[in-house]
Nanobody, 124 residues
Framework: QVQLVESGGGSVQTGGSLTLSCTASRYTSATDYMGWFRQSPGKEREGVAGIPIGGGDIYYADSTEGRFTISLDPYAKTAYLLMNSLKPDDTAMYYC?????????????????WGRGTQVTVSS
């Protein structure tokens, strides 16, 4: 079992910035990719950004590329998501995720472990 502990999140105005962090209790063979998904009421959970633990391609959703930056401290088992130029559409519960990525869209079905989630609210 892998525990994912998130921190960060909160409320900001449009154009503001927030940083999320997520620390994993350990790595496993089923978790070579870490990152975040988000979900707002009535919508499916969507991949936001992901980063490989051992190096490789980084994933960004089209809606976040250019505004969000994901990074990883592999020794601390901690991933960071810097969110700039936030918009009201970014309002959602953000979930840390650990699993695999097969290229293309990062799907929730490829996630083996989830954090409890942290709320991000962007007001206009």
């Amino acid at each position: 079992q892998v525990q994912l502990v998130e921190s960060g999140g909160g409320s900001v105005q449009t154009g503001g910035s927030l940083t999320l962090s997520c620390t994993a209790s350990r790595y496993t063979s089923a978790t070579d990719y870490m990152g975040w998904f988000r979900q707002s009421p009535g919508k499916e959970r969507e991949g936001v950004a992901g980063i490989p633990i051992g190096g490789g391609d980084i994933y960004y959703a089209d809606s976040t590329e250019g505004r969000f930056t994901i990074s990883l401290d592999p020794y601390a088992k901690t991933a960071y998501l810097l969110m700039n130029s936030l918009k009201p559409d970014d309002t959602a519960m953000y979930y840390c995720a650990a699993g695999r990525w097969h290229g293309g869209v990062w799907y929730a079905a490829d996630v083996a472990y989830w954090g409890r989630g942290t709320q991000v609210t962007v007001s206009s």
